[in-house]
Structures are given as C-alpha cells and as structure tokens.
C-alpha cells in the first residue's frame, strides 16, 4: 500500500538506528513508580486474570509527585523469557513479543525524534543541557516534553497492538487500568509503561498464550489512557496534523487514532445464503447491497464513492418480532461481506455489542462501547458491526429501570454514530436489532439512518420455501405444485415492497396523508412534500430535523438502486483494485434518477416506522399504568380486608 499525500514515510534507517537504545531499555534500567504500585508477588501467579494493582488513588495535589518506593531493575528480556516457567529456552512466541516491543520502541522513538525536530524542541533540549536555555521559554519547553511524552507512549503502544495482532489467540487476560503514565520527559515515560508491564507479565503470566494477551491487552489499555490524557494537553498539534506510514509493516501512525492489527476477525458463526433468508424482501435487499457498497472502500483514499455520492447506509435499525429472521439476516450480510473480503484480499473486522459489555464499574460500559465502535471504523478495514436486542442493551433516558451502564452505552453510542467528530469514510456500517424497537431511546433510534424492517415470511409461497428449507433433504414427502424461492426472486419483490408504500401502512400516517393530499392535492412538488412532512411533525412532534435527513439519505440510497455486478466482486481488477476515481467514475454511470415517487415512498416507510415504535411504546406504557393501578385496588382491598 503506497503513502497517500499528506502521509510520511518513516524511513527504516531512521527506526534501526534506535534499535541499540530500545534493546537497552528492555535489557535493564532502573525505575523509582511514581503513580503504580509495585505487585505484591514478584513471580507468575495462577490468577483469574484479574487485576491487582490498587484501582483508585488519592487526588489529593502534591501527593503523587514525589514516590517513596524503592528504585527497583526492570529486566523485561529476562522476565519475557521466564514467562513459561523454567524452561531455559526462549520459545517461538516469547521472541515475537521481544522482537515487537524492540520495534515499536524504535518506531515510538523515531517518532518523538521526528516531533522533536520539526517543534525546535531538540534545539531546547540541547540549550537546556548547554545551561542556556532563556527563562521565558522554560514553560515551553516543559509544555513540549509533556507533548513528546504522550505522542512517543501512544506511538509505542499502537505499534506493539498493532504487531502482535495475528499472533493473538482465544486467550484473554484483564491487566486492569494502566496507572504510571508520567509526562515528564519521554524516556521516562517509556520507563513509567515498561515497568508496569514488566509487573503485569510477572503477575500475570503462565505461558506463552497469556503473554501475548498480557502484552496486548497492556498497550490497548495504554492507549486508551494516552488518548484521554492528550485531550487536556498542549503543544500537540505537530503529532495529531500529522501522519507517517512504517511501509515494512504496513502501519499508519495517525495521531492518537489507534491503527488496531489489519487482520480479519476469526468468524465463526453459520452464514445464510440470500434465498435462506425467507421473506424480508426489502431488509434483504437493502443488505445485499450494503456488503457490496462496503467494497468499493479505497483504501488509498480512505473513502468510499458510496458516501461521497451521498448514498452509503452508516447506521441501519431492524425491527420485527421474534422469531421473523433478524438473526438470520445477520449470518448473510456477514458472511456476504466476509467472502467478498477474502476474494480481494481485504482485511474484515466483524464484532457484536453484546449484552457481556454492561458492566456495573462507573465508565467501564462506555469504554466497551467505544472500544466497540472504534475496532469497527478502523480505516485500516472493512468492518460490520451489530447491537443484537439493543433494546436490552442500550438504556432508554428517563427509564427508572435502566441502569447506569445501559445509559452510558446510550450516550456513547449516540455521540459515535452521529456526534460532532463522526467521519463516515464508507469502510463500514452498523446495525442495530431490536424486538421491541419501542424501548430504544428515541434520539439514538432516530440516528439509525435506515429502517429494515424484519417482518419474515408473509406470503404462502413464503411459507411454502421456509418449510422446505427447514425441513432439509432427510424425507420423501413430494413438493406439490410450487417453484422453490421463485417468491425469494430479489427485484420482483422489492418492486413491489417499495411500490406498497406509496401510500403509508400505519393507520395513524395514513389520516396525516389522506388529510393533507384533500387539503393541497397530489404530492407532486417540494413544497407540498415539505407540507406532508410538517403534517406528520404535528401529529408527532418526535418526527424532527434528523427524521428528515435520513429521508433524505434514505431517497439518496434509492438513487443508487443497483446491485454492483457480482463479477466486479468475484474479480477484482475489474472495479475493487481500480483508483478511486475511476471507481467513482462507475458508480456514477448507474445512478438513477430521484423521482417523486422515490421521496413519497420513503417518506411512508420511514414515517411508518416511527407510528409503529410511537403505538408500541405508548401501549406499552398504557398496559404497564393499567397493571399499576390493578396492584393498588388489590393492595386496597386486602388492607381494607386486614382491618376489618
């Protein structure tokens, strides 16, 4: 992958070069903690994974300045090498993890050389050492070391992930929050995490397997915490404006973004073809597409001509009642989406926001939840992301039954799929799923820029094909009198899905509708849609500005109302690996046309989910006031009863 234009190359002599320096840190030096605390066992323990260093500290100022703990060797190379025990060998594995941190210590360093130079903070650093350094740019030059600090941890901490990603296992350790992060200077920030880590090995590890999870789990948490730091600090815009590209491994520094492993996330769920999925027709639909957008990602560009054209699905919501194919339709655009992948060549991330992320520590919920989100939008691949039963998952504000770690998911995930810093480069998508799509928070349903809605076999050739394939081939029963998955044929029932919402489903839209075409007549021009859209405002005055951009997206996905031929996903010279431009060039030549009835048919369908979630979550609400009022005449009459 060659650099793009505002990427530098971050030449090899310029890492080799810090090599004898990276070995000698890791051979052995000597450390005072200033902020962590040493582990109580100097040796491996057989532990649940489970943290132990002292998770909160005093915030009193002035009192984590100044350690009185003893300075103690860290010998890293020795206690990587007896991280299995007593074997006197260096193993396969604990060489990979020597060789990486040497490596992305030599990267970090470069980097911070790179800062140093283009900031005139190595021309401080060397009036400072001179004694000359003038009294008036003391506070700069305080300012840029703390700066340095932070971008050569997070350029340290990214490399090592970012390395020892494929050789990661099943194995999962927690190391717990990572504590002696210090900003003094860069070398003793790289002194700070080494020892931390050298606790957590010591701690921690038992073979190889838990080391490389140790390692890994160390430098994710590191970054995390890096991140959060930089937030608050100066002098850092020479780091974060700028990018390097290490062309031996394929690694992008591009401030404090974390370039997570570009390797495909091992998937082992039973993928769906499309005629397995019965009925759907339009959430089918729509699905295939959607893998195929997601291919035309350049990853030169970081772009996809989908959503530069305005037509790529971001974030998509299905909703249907149990048991109508959501699961389903998961298993098909995954595996859609993971073939594709491998045929190009491309690297393919799938992860799931499970239920497992609610966690009852304070911020613990939300860091899965971002962590989540940002392995998804990785630029580095192609990624899919589902919140199955997001209902369960995501609290709803103002719901005295969600607890504090739903509601930390609901914001995190309001903020990262429609906030303020949101890039959507085209290189992945999310979908959310709910039973009871009532129960989601309005405004982070409403950032679901699609609606599928999952309402599985209807017709009785639907349930003719579902039958025989559920049935399988271990029986002689006769067919009869039907063409298998002819009902199934793609276009023919999507035609007729979307030609079914020109006029709206819900009884509620359809009075608004019906109201509103007797008062101006045909919805023929923009003003008389404009007026539609205010008429439904007022019959629920949920149905805001954001209603109407997805409307607007939704028309824009319609104008892209093709397929991409599967030849140009089966060989890929023929679109995947041209330039962007061309590409563009080719989805441009199929856009259709907006139409009248493309904007009235998605105005109903999106319209109709909205009065299908309002009627549920209002019954809902009305059938729970019911039931609260029937506890409190039954708790009436057995007091009156007890009295008496």
Same mark, same amino acid.
């Given at each position: 992958?060659?650099?793009?234009?505002?990427?530098?190359?971050?030449?090899?002599?310029?890492?080799?070069?810090?090599?004898? #320096?990276?070995?000698?840190?890791?051979?052995?030096?000597? !450390?005072?903690?200033?902020?962590?605390? *040493?582990?109580?066992?100097?040796?491996?323990?057989?532990?649940? $994974?489970?943290?132990?260093?002292?998770?909160?500290?005093?915030?009193?100022?002035?009192?984590?300045?100044?350690?009185?703990?003893?300075?103690?060797?860290?010998?890293?190379?020795?206690?990587?090498?007896?991280?299995?025990?007593?074997?006197?060998?260096?193993?396969?594995?604990?060489?990979?993890?020597? !060789?990486?941190?040497?490596?992305?210590?030599?990267?970090?360093?470069?980097?911070? =050389?790179?800062?140093?130079?283009?900031?005139?903070?190595?021309?401080?650093?060397? #009036? %400072?050492?001179?004694?000359?350094?003038?009294?008036?740019?003391?506070?700069?030059?305080?300012?840029?070391?703390?700066?340095?600090?932070? #971008?050569?941890?997070?350029?340290?901490?990214?490399?090592?992930?970012?390395?020892?990603?494929?050789?990661?296992?099943?194995?999962?350790?927690?190391?717990?929050?990572? =504590?002696?992060?210090?900003?003094? %200077?860069?070398?003793?920030?790289? &002194?700070?995490?080494?020892?931390?880590?050298?606790?957590?090995?010591? &701690?921690?590890? $038992?073979?190889?397997?838990?080391?490389?999870?140790?390692?890994?789990?160390?430098?994710?948490?590191?970054?995390?915490?890096?991140?959060?730091?930089?937030?608050?600090?100066?002098?850092?815009?020479?780091?974060? %404006?700028?990018?390097?590209?290490?062309?031996?491994?394929?690694?992008?520094?591009?401030?404090?973004?974390?370039?997570?492993?570009?390797?495909?996330?091992?998937?082992?769920?039973?993928?769906?073809?499309?005629?397995?999925?019965?009925?759907? !027709?339009?959430?089918?639909?729509?699905?295939?597409?959607?893998?195929?957008?997601?291919?035309?990602?350049?990853?030169?560009?970081?772009?996809?001509?989908?959503?530069?054209?305005?037509?790529?699905?971001?974030?998509?919501?299905?909703?249907?009642?149990?048991?109508?194919?959501?699961?389903?339709?998961? *298993?098909?655009?995954?595996?859609?989406?993971?073939?594709?992948?491998?045929?190009?060549?491309?690297?393919?991330?799938?992860?799931?926001?499970?239920?497992?992320?609610?966690?009852?520590? @304070?911020?613990?919920?939300?860091?899965?939840?971002?962590?989540?989100?940002? +392995?998804?939008?990785?630029?580095?691949?192609?990624?899919?992301?589902?919140?199955?039963?997001?209902?369960?998952?995501?609290?709803?504000?103002?719901?005295? @039954?969600?607890?504090?770690? *739903?509601?930390?998911?609901?914001?995190?995930?309001?903020?990262?799929?429609?906030?303020?810093?949101?890039?959507?480069?085209? +290189?992945?998508?999310?979908?959310?799923?709910? %039973?009871?799509?009532? +129960?989601?928070?309005?405004?982070?349903? *409403?950032?679901? $820029?699609?609606?599928?809605?999952?309402?599985?076999?209807?017709?009785?050739?639907?349930?003719?094909?579902?039958?025989?394939?559920?049935?399988?081939?271990? &029986?002689?029963?006769?067919?009869?009198?039907?063409?298998?998955?002819?009902?199934?044929?793609?276009?023919?029932?999507?035609?007729?899905?979307?030609?079914? &919402?020109?006029?709206?489903?819900?009884?509620?839209?359809?009075?608004?509708?019906?109201?509103?075409?007797?008062?101006?007549?045909?919805?023929?021009?923009?003003?008389?849609?404009?007026?539609?859209?205010?008429?439904?405002?007022?019959?629920?005055?949920?149905?805001?500005?954001?209603?109407?951009?997805?409307?607007?997206?939704?028309?824009?996905?319609?104008?892209?109302?093709?397929?991409?031929?599967?030849?140009?996903?089966?060989?890929?010279?023929?679109?995947?690996?041209?330039?962007?431009?061309?590409?563009?060039?080719?989805?441009?030549?199929?856009?259709?046309?907006?139409?009248?009835?493309?904007?009235? @048919?998605?105005?109903?369908?999106?319209?109709?989910?909205?009065?299908?979630?309002?009627?549920?979550?209002?019954?809902?609400?009305?059938?729970?006031?019911?039931?609260?009022?029937?506890? +409190? =005449?039954?708790?009436?009459?057995?007091?009156?009863?007890?009295?008496?």
């Amino acid at each position: 992958m060659s650099l793009t234009a505002d990427t530098m190359e971050l030449r090899e002599d310029d890492i080799a070069k810090h090599y004898d #320096a990276a070995v000698a840190m890791m051979d052995g030096f000597d !450390h005072t903690p200033r902020i962590g605390k *040493q582990a109580d066992s100097a040796g491996p323990e057989k532990s649940a $994974g489970l943290g132990t260093r002292r998770r909160f500290r005093t915030t009193t100022p002035g009192l984590v300045t100044r350690s009185t703990a003893k300075s103690e060797g860290v010998h890293l190379i020795n206690r990587i090498a007896s991280a299995d025990g007593d074997d006197p060998l260096v193993s396969p594995l604990q060489a990979t993890v020597m !060789h990486t941190l040497r490596r992305a210590l030599s990267i970090a360093l470069a980097v911070g =050389e790179a800062y140093a130079d283009s900031t005139g903070l190595a021309d401080l650093r060397r #009036a %400072n050492l001179a004694g000359s350094l003038p009294d008036n740019r003391k506070t700069e030059f305080t300012e840029m070391l703390g700066a340095e600090a932070l #971008a050569v941890t997070h350029v340290f901490a990214n490399a090592t992930a970012f390395l020892l990603g494929p050789h990661g296992s099943e194995v999962s350790v927690e190391v717990g929050d990572v =504590e002696e992060v210090l900003t003094d %200077n860069s070398q003793l920030a790289l &002194h700070g995490v080494l020892w931390e880590l050298d606790q957590d090995i010591a &701690h921690h590890a $038992g073979d190889d397997a838990r080391l490389v999870a140790i390692v890994s789990a160390f430098a994710e948490q590191l970054m995390a915490k890096v991140a959060l730091r930089a937030q608050n600090a100066g002098r850092l815009q020479a780091f974060t %404006n700028a990018s390097w590209k290490v062309e031996a491994d394929d690694f992008t520094i591009h401030g404090f973004d974390a370039s997570a492993a570009t390797k495909s996330s091992t998937l082992t769920m039973t993928f769906k073809k499309p005629h397995e999925v019965v009925g759907n !027709h339009i959430a089918k639909y729509q699905a295939l597409k959607l893998s195929k957008m997601l291919m035309a990602y350049d990853f030169e560009r970081r772009l996809n001509p989908f959503a530069d054209l305005g037509g790529f699905i971001f974030t998509f919501m299905g909703d249907g009642m149990p048991g109508t194919g959501k699961t389903t339709l998961i *298993q098909m655009m995954a595996g859609l989406i993971k073939g594709y992948c491998e045929t190009a060549g491309y690297p393919f991330r799938y992860q799931n926001l499970s239920t497992d992320s609610i966690d009852s520590y @304070q911020g613990k919920s939300a860091q899965n939840a971002k962590a989540f989100f940002n +392995n998804c939008i990785d630029p580095t691949v192609i990624g899919f992301g589902t919140i199955d039963d997001i209902d369960q998952l995501a609290g709803k504000r103002g719901d005295r @039954q969600s607890s504090a770690g *739903q509601l930390e998911i609901t914001a995190v995930l309001m903020e990262s799929f429609a906030g303020a810093n949101t890039v959507v480069r085209g +290189n992945c998508t999310f979908g959310m799923f709910s %039973n009871y799509p009532e +129960n989601v928070d309005d405004a982070l349903r *409403q950032r679901a $820029g699609a609606r599928f809605l999952v309402d599985g076999p209807k017709t009785r050739e639907d349930y003719i094909d579902i039958l025989y394939l559920l049935m399988g081939k271990n &029986h002689d029963i006769p067919l009869g009198e039907h063409e298998v998955y002819a009902a199934q044929e793609i276009k023919k029932a999507v035609a007729a899905s979307f030609e079914s &919402h020109s006029q709206p489903h819900e009884d509620g839209l359809l009075r608004v509708y019906e109201r509103v075409s007797k008062d101006i007549g045909s919805l023929d021009t923009i003003a008389k849609m404009g007026t539609y859209l205010k008429g439904i405002q007022e019959a629920d005055p949920r149905f805001t500005g954001r209603a109407i951009k997805n409307i607007t997206d939704a028309v824009k996905v319609r104008a892209m109302d093709f397929e991409l031929p599967d030849e140009w996903m089966e060989e890929p010279d023929l679109f995947l690996f041209k330039p962007y431009d061309e590409k563009k060039g080719m989805i441009e030549e199929l856009r259709k046309p907006i139409t009248v009835e493309m904007v009235i @048919q998605e105005i109903n369908r999106y319209a109709d989910s909205e009065f299908r979630y309002a009627d549920k979550s209002d019954e809902v609400a009305i059938e729970n006031m019911i039931r609260d009022y029937g506890r +409190n =005449e039954e708790a009436k009459r057995r007091y009156l009863e007890s009295k008496s």
